[in-house]
């Protein structure tokens, strides 16, 4: 970050922007920052941001980008979106009600516009790369003031000085890119864990959904440009990664020097000082045996597995083009329970897909009591034009899928209850995250299989790894005593 800091300062912002990447935007941010410090003048207080946050880790990885511009432009974070001079909503359309909620929170920020004349609205993020969507805005939210999209997220402070420049709605959204520009500025929100894209994109095309039309094509960063990423963050007090990617277990196909996901682990592993590693998300047809003997030979890797089974019936799954089948799912879990017998399994699962049968829901139901995942997200499935799955025949009425998914999140969380609890009364190593919300004599600390523990400590314990004893299982967290 500080050498960043160095090549902004030195920018020549009389001329114009250089062509190459990522000089040119921070030309752009020693630009945007002089606009930002005029209107603070003018106003006599610091500008302010808010950005919200839709949807997955992945997002959650971007808005820390879209923060780190924001502060080297001058902005300061305001907490409260209803206060804020910038508000962005960094967005997420996986299912139809993370949109609703969008257009939502819109509304209400329209009134707040109008009272604050300084006051801007950014939205970006997969919702933003649905033609339908940016229609819409165009139509009926003219007082938006800065559209973009996934693929172009690293040209936020250029577009924010496009926008100063100019008063009109700027939009720039692309269609797919083959590029990815390294060394721009971040904010880190924890600063003993970060996450770390290892790869763009998807190319699954599971039949239901929308991200291979919003994520684009898979593209896999340099392991290079990753390891260093990693080194520096290590540098700056980082002990835990999450390397992040739609199907990290494809990672490296398209590299000029392929690459497995399973050798790139081990290289990260090899960096002194960095602690704990984990990876989401893992698609089951991926997954190699090489990956699963890495997993059980490694120090580092964290003894936990997001593995999205989505349906157990081999009929839907290859209706969602998921390409395996319940029984080599269930192979692939009975071979990394073997290889790591204390891991921890959990899963995504998508209920009334087109076709579904109360056969094919009792199958997933079966999965479910087979495997025992620690804990599983349940989804109803969501139609998104635009997908093969939502021109299928036999759509599932609502009543009978709301009663497949009480069914099935009672059995889940009834079976996640007693997997849990299964560590009770062992040691285990915690990363404090930070202190508790309802006690503040107690610390949160997080094990290796993703499970929290609360146990009395202070601040001064915060990004450290401890010894805990797990005391006593409530269910989905432990309440323990440090050693
Ligand atoms: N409807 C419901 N759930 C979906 N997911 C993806 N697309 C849809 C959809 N159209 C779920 C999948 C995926 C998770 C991130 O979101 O379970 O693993
Ligand atoms: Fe969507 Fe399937 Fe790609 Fe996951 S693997 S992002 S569910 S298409």
């Known amino acids: 970050m500080r050498e960043i800091e160095k090549y902004i300062e030195n920018m020549d912002i009389t001329g114009e922007a250089p062509v190459n990447e990522p000089e040119r935007q921070y030309y752009f941010i020693k630009k945007a920052r002089d606009y930002v410090k005029s209107t603070s003048e003018e106003i006599g207080r610091p500008l302010t941001f808010c950005v919200t946050t839709f949807g997955c880790q992945m997002n959650a990885r971007d808005s820390e980008k879209l923060v780190g511009v924001l502060e080297k432009i001058g902005y300061v974070e305001e907490p409260d979106e209803e206060k804020a001079d910038f508000v962005i909503f960094n967005t997420c359309t996986v299912r139809e009600n993370a949109n609703m909620r969008v257009y939502g929170r819109l509304g209400q920020l329209k ?41 172009n997220i690293y040209k936020f402070a250029e577009l924010i ?104 682990l081990q290289e990260i592993e090899k960096i002194e000082g960095l602690e704990r590693i984990r990876f989401m998300t893992s698609h089951p047809k991926d997954l190699s045996d090489e990956l699963i003997e890495v997993m059980r030979n490694s120090k580092k890797i964290c003894k936990h597995l997001h593995l999205p089974v989505q349906s157990g019936s081999t009929e839907i799954l290859k209706k969602m083009n998921r390409r395996y089948t319940k029984e080599q799912y269930l192979e692939l879990v009975r071979k990394i329970k073997e290889a790591v017998p204390d891991i921890s399994l959990t899963t995504d699962i998508i209920v009334g897909f087109p076709g579904e049968t109360e056969e094919d829901f009792l199958e997933t139901m079966d999965v479910v009591k087979q495997v025992r995942y620690d804990s599983a997200f349940t989804f109803i499935y969501s139609k998104r034009t635009g997908t093969p799955a939502a021109v299928m025949e036999n759509q599932i009425p609502d009543d009978v899928v709301k009663d497949r998914f009480d069914r099935l999140l009672k059995e889940v969380q009834t079976i996640s209850a007693e997997v849990c609890c299964i560590h009770e009364g062992t040691t285990q190593p915690a990363l404090v995250e930070s202190m508790n919300d309802h006690d503040e004599t107690l610390v949160t600390g997080r094990l290796s299989n993703n499970l929290l523990v609360h146990f009395k400590g202070d601040e001064s314990l915060i990004g450290k790894i401890v010894d805990v004893h797990l005391k006593e299982c409530k269910g989905f967290y432990y309440l323990g005593e440090m050693v």
């Open 111 to 151: 009134r707040n516009k109008k009272a604050n004349p300084h006051m801007m609205i950014g939205l970006c993020g997969c919702m933003m790369q649905e033609p339908e969507v940016v229609e819409k805005l165009k139509k009926q939210y003219r007082y938006v003031d800065i559209i973009f999209g996934t693929h």
């Open 161 to 264: 000085v496009t926008r100063f420049e100019s008063e009109r709605m700027v939009i720039d959204i692309w269609k797919d890119t083959d590029k990815i520009v390294e060394d721009l500025p971040s904010e880190r929100k924890f600063s003993f864990k970060s996450g770390v894209n290892i790869m763009f994109g998807c190319n699954n095309f599971c039949s239901y959904c929308i991200v291979p039309y919003v994520r684009g094509r898979e593209r896999s960063r340099n392991p290079k440009d990753i390891i260093r990423e990693i080194e520096n963050l290590v540098a700056d007090g980082v002990v835990e990664v999450m390397l992040l990617g739609q199907n990290v277990n494809s990672y490296g196909k398209n590299l000029e020097e392929p690459m497995t996901f399973a050798q790139l």
